[in-house]
Nanobody, 127 residues
Framework: QLQLAESGGGLVQPGGSLRLSCSVTSFAVRNYVIGWFRQAPGKEREGLLCISRSGGVTNYADSVKGRFTISRDNAKNTVYLQMNSLKPEDTAIYYC????????????????????WGQGTQVTVSS
């Protein structure tokens, strides 16, 4: 069973940066499409960025374009979400998720496309 675990969340001031990690266990991360999502209080879960098995990146959310980037370290079996120029509206629980093993591409960024989810990590942007 594929397992994912997020880490790196916390409290940061507006304009600051954080890097979230998504550690994958049991299987090689390069064999899965991995996406980052977030859910703010009272809002639906939102797809942010995805990295395909070939390493291609898809940006699902205009709100993070130019500020957030996704990357993968195959040796560490980890996918990262680098978040810069953070804003209070970025406050949310951040999740990483994986698509089914046979899937090669990122898709549309909708929750049902992803089978495996981490437990989430809280990011709070506040002064």
């Amino acid at each position: 069973q594929l397992q994912l675990a997020e880490s790196g969340g916390g409290l940061v001031q507006p304009g600051g940066s954080l890097r979230l990690s998504c550690s994958v266990t049991s299987f090689a991360v390069r064999n899965y499409v991995i996406g980052w999502f977030r859910q703010a209080p009272g809002k639906e879960r939102e797809g942010l960025l995805c990295i395909s098995r070939s390493g291609g990146v898809t940006n699902y959310a205009d709100s993070v374009k130019g500020r957030f980037t996704i990357s993968r370290d195959n040796a560490k079996n980890t996918v990262y979400l680098q978040m810069n120029s953070l804003k209070p509206e970025d406050t949310a629980i951040y999740y990483c998720a994986a698509r089914p093993r046979a899937t090669m591409i990122c898709g549309a960024g909708r929750e049902p496309e992803y089978n495996y989810w981490g437990q989430g990590t809280q990011v709070t942007v506040s002064s």
